[in-house]
Every structure is written in structure tokens, then in C-alpha cells.
């Protein structure tokens, strides 16, 4: 099995400022994904990387950056934090192929003061 | 964006009943239909999937049942047991990224 690790788990910050967001992966998973999780709203795709070197917009991609610096490696920049924003950051990876899982990471819980 | 609708938002059952949870999506043709499961705190997780030339799949005491016309799923949890309470997603597979609903609460009372 694998496993993915996020860093950090809660992460505070102050308006205006530019935050990142940390993950790995130990799957040897080709693609990985972060995601915004919203309470009431499910899960938005902000980013996706097929490769290593590869970088995909998702439907949430405005205000934030990402970057694949390995293939075991995803982050994802929050280029200036918004106040009263408080959600949960999912990265998660998968083989990227037919009918294919995505593993999940626990999360980082972002919120702006 | 393909839009993938989930009712009811929210549902309370009592233990040994069973839970339907609901997913609609709209146009286009999906050919791979997977549930997670979220616990507090936690990733989702993959819980149950159904490929588009079936109708149902079972695991266990979950069930998917399919109605490609109508575009519709349902995820049947028979005998629902306390520790079946999380939040229930299901998504559609657009090609290397899901797009997921936005989520059924499932609390079931002991």
C-alpha cells in the first residue's frame, strides 16, 4: 500500500498573503489532483498533473498557482489568501487510466484571518 | 461543467434500515460511475464503482444501481449500521479527473 502526506495539517494565515501547500506521495502514481472542499459544495478540482512537468487547470484554478516538481510531489499555491476563507485542501493521486481510483490525503485545513 | 447533482443532502436512518442515497448527472456519456466515503477529518475514500454497461454492482451491503437513460444512480446501504455514518460522494470520470457531486450526509442512529 502508499500512502499520501500533506503538510501542513492547519495552516493560518492573513490576508493578502501567498501560502503553500505541501504533498507527497509514495504510490508512484503518474497523476495527482488538489482539490477545494467547500462545506455544502462536495469537492472542486482546482489543479491536475498528468506527469511530472505537466500542469492542468481545473474548474477552480483562479487565485492559485501549482507546481510538480516530482513525480512523487504536488503543491499548490495560494497566491493571495482572501479573508473569511476557510476551507479544506485535498490533494490525491491515481494511475490516471480507465476506470482508475484516486487516493485521497487527509487534508489541510486553510483559514484566513 | 458537467453538473452531477446528489439528493437529499442530508439523511438520518435508523440502524438496520436501508439508505438510498441519489446522483443525477447531465448530458454527454460516462462510462465509469465510482462512490467515496468521507469520514470526519478524512480523505474521501473509493467505496464502490459501477461501469456503464451494467446496471447494478454489489459489494457487500452496497449496492449501485444504474438507469443509463435516465442518467440517474442510487447507492442502496442495506441494514445501515452506526459506523456507515459519513459523507457519501458520487462522481462522474471525465478522463484522468473525477467530478464529483456534492455530497450526501448519511448519520444512521443506533
Known amino acids: 500500500g502508499g500512502i499520501i502526506t500533506q503538510t501542513p495539517k492547519f495552516l493560518i494565515g492573513q490576508e493578502g498573503q501567498k501560502l503553500t501547500l505541501k504533498c507527497q506521495q509514495n504510490?508512484?502514481?503518474?497523476?495527482m489532483y488538489w482539490y477545494r472542499q467547500d462545506s455544502g459544495k462536495g469537492l472542486r478540482l482546482i489543479y491536475y498533473?498528468?506527469?511530472?512537468?505537466?500542469?492542468q487547470k481545473g474548474d477552480l484554478s483562479e487565485g492559485y498557482d501549482a507546481s510538480r516538481e516530482k513525480k512523487s510531489s504536488f503543491s499548490l499555491t495560494v497566491t493571495s489568501a482572501q479573508k473569511n476563507e476557510m476551507a479544506v485542501f485535498l490533494c490525491?493521486?491515481?494511475?490516471?487510466?480507465?476506470?482508475?481510483?484516486?487516493?485521497f490525503g487527509p487534508g489541510t485545513r486553510l483559514t484566513v484571518l | 461543467q458537467q453538473q452531477v447533482r446528489q439528493s437529499p443532502q442530508s439523511l438520518t436512518v435508523w440502524e438496520g434500515e436501508t439508505a438510498i442515497l441519489n446522483c443525477s448527472y447531465e448530458?454527454?456519456?460516462?462510462?465509469?460511475f465510482p462512490w467515496y466515503q468521507q469520514f470526519p477529518g478524512e480523505g474521501p475514500a473509493l467505496l464502490i464503482s459501477?461501469?456503464?454497461?451494467?446496471d447494478k454492482k454489489e459489494d457487500g451491503r452496497f449496492t449501485i444501481f444504474f438507469n443509463k437513460r435516465e442518467k440517474k444512480l442510487s447507492l442502496h446501504i442495506a441494514d445501515s449500521q452506526p459506523g456507515d455514518s459519513a459523507t457519501y460522494f458520487c462522481?462522474?470520470?471525465?478522463?484522468?479527473?473525477?467530478?464529483f457531486g456534492t455530497g450526501t450526509s448519511l448519520l444512521v442512529d443506533p
Open positions: 504510490f508512484n502514481h503518474d497523476t
Open positions: 498533473s498528468i506527469t511530472e512537468n505537466d500542469l
Open positions: 462522481a462522474i470520470d471525465m478522463g484522468y479527473k473525477l467530478t
Open positions: 448530458n454527454s456519456a460516462f462510462d465509469y
Open positions: 490525491a493521486s491515481g494511475t490516471g487510466g480507465p476506470s482508475y481510483e484516486q487516493y
Open positions: 459501477i461501469l456503464s454497461v451494467s
